[in-house]
């Protein structure tokens, strides 16, 4: 299979895989390195920065991995645009995932 070229970055993997639905970050570390991803989604209202009891960033920040944060949670495009401007501040990146819901539920 060929690569997957995006920005002019390589992947040998396809897959996306999200930080979700994990029990504990451990569990999450372990699907991330058996899944063989090299791209791996989080929502920023998950993150707590600086928070050394539940850094999740420790656990999904790992050689190989590009980061997506996503704009889980915002409503509408400004939201959006904004929820990426604080992401590439937080995270140093211009990588993300967008997720727009207009509808709550």
């Not at 992947?11 to 090299?38: P, Y």
């Not at 050689?63 to 997506?68: M, N, S, V, W």
């Not at 959006?80 to 211009?94: D, L, P």
Request: hydrophobic share 40%; net charge neutral; charged share 30%.
């Amino acid at each position: 299979m060929e690569k997957l070229v995006i920005a002019g970055k390589e992947f040998a993997s396809r897959l996306f895989l999200g930080t979700g639905k994990f029990g504990d970050n451990e569990t999450m570390s372990k699907a991330i390195a058996a899944s063989g991803t090299e791209m791996v989604t989080m929502a920023m209202k998950r993150i707590e920065l600086g928070n050394d009891d539940d850094d999740m960033m420790k656990h999904i920040a790992k050689p190989g991995i590009q980061l997506l944060p996503n704009t889980s949670g915002t409503r509408n495009a400004e939201e959006a645009v904004f929820a990426a401007k604080m992401a590439r501040e937080a995270f140093g990146t211009n990588w993300l995932k967008l997720e727009i819901h207009p509808d709550p539920r």
